[in-house]
């Protein structure tokens, strides 16, 4: 009897993904392999913050006299920044430059569904529900609803929480940032991301509420002080928008349940951060009201600027 023909392997069998390839079962990675699992899940950076100290280093050692400050200004008796310090900043800098959020609307299939994958696995594994819960405990003073201070925390402490989320979601796929939704040009909400069982997503604006124009956005960029800045944009951009998505996002308790969250208040941040580099001002808070709890001992002058904490925005 002649033997059975053999099977046509299938594109399925044949086919190897990038996966497959850099994380071989019971083998640590070559070297090929492991760059594969780099650029598949975004780790390389694009400038190496290392290098580029090294390469200010040098520079400076061919300068006659080498300067132990650098001057800010030109203008005499301006001031002047220990070289130690710039080159610390570089180095913050460029690492920022590779861990870059964008607005959504630039990811592709690939990344939205890398972005929902980290949501389920952290729902599966039940950290993200005791984080979202974070959020229900306003004893955390982070909103105008809670007075004054609550106003002047409302922006540190919410920067502070999406980097902690941003942060366990990067634990569930390395490299991962979060898109930011930019509500006053895209008038649309993002119900690409998943929605976990349980969260409500109504139909947007049913509620008689209104996303901001870009024309308020731009008026709040002229508010010359830090709470004159802070309360028009959690009352006239932040609320409007929760309230637009007509749902689980809605209710201050519950919101964050829903992690359309995040990418509002990516955006909320990336407002806040581009205010910033215009403006000098900043939350006047003092004792336990600067601490950013849960989250001890951080205090809100150490989120004031995201250039250390080591991201940035694109």
């Not at 006659?64 to 913050?92: H, N, Y």
């Not at 409500?200 to 010359?224: E, W």
């Amino acid at each position: 009897m002649p033997p059975a023909p053999r099977k046509k392997a299938t594109t399925r069998t044949r086919k190897t993904t990038a996966a497959a390839v850099a994380a071989p079962a019971g083998r640590f990675p070559s070297g090929e392999q492991l760059r594969v699992l780099e650029d598949e899940w975004g780790l390389r950076p694009a400038v190496d913050p290392e290098a580029l100290a090294l390469r200010l280093d040098r520079h400076l050692a061919t300068v006659p006299a080498p300067p132990a400050a650098v001057r800010v200004a030109g203008a005499d008796g301006a001031p002047t920044v220990p070289v130690a310090e710039v080159r610390r900043w570089l180095v913050q800098l460029t690492s920022s430059l590779s861990r870059v959020r964008v607005d959504h609307r630039r990811l592709d299939q690939a990344a939205k569904d890398r972005f929902n994958k980290a949501l389920k696995d952290a729902h599966a594994d039940h950290s993200y529900q005791p984080f979202a819960a974070i959020h229900a405990d306003m004893g955390h003073m982070m909103h105008s609803m809670m007075g004054p201070i609550g106003t002047r925390r409302f922006l540190p402490w919410h920067r502070l929480y999406t980097l902690r989320c941003e942060d366990l979601l990067r634990r569930k796929q390395p490299g991962l940032t979060i898109p930011y939704w930019d509500f006053a040009t895209d008038h649309h909400r993002p119900d690409w991301v998943w929605q976990p069982p349980g969260v409500q997503r109504g139909v947007p604006g049913a509620a008689g509420d209104h996303l901001p124009t870009q024309a308020v956005i731009d008026g709040l960029q002229h508010r010359r002080t830090y709470t004159g800045f802070t309360s028009h944009l959690e009352t006239d951009a932040h609320n409007n928008v929760h309230n637009w998505c007509n749902g689980t996002i809605s209710d201050p308790m519950t919101a964050t349940q829903d992690p359309i969250f995040w990418l509002l208040h990516a955006n909320v941040d990336r407002v806040w951060d581009h205010w910033q580099l215009t403006h000098s001002g900043r939350p006047s808070l003092a004792g336990t009201d600067a601490v950013l709890d849960p989250w001890q001992p951080t205090t809100a002058a150490q989120v004031d600027d995201i250039t250390p904490l080591g991201y940035s925005y694109g």
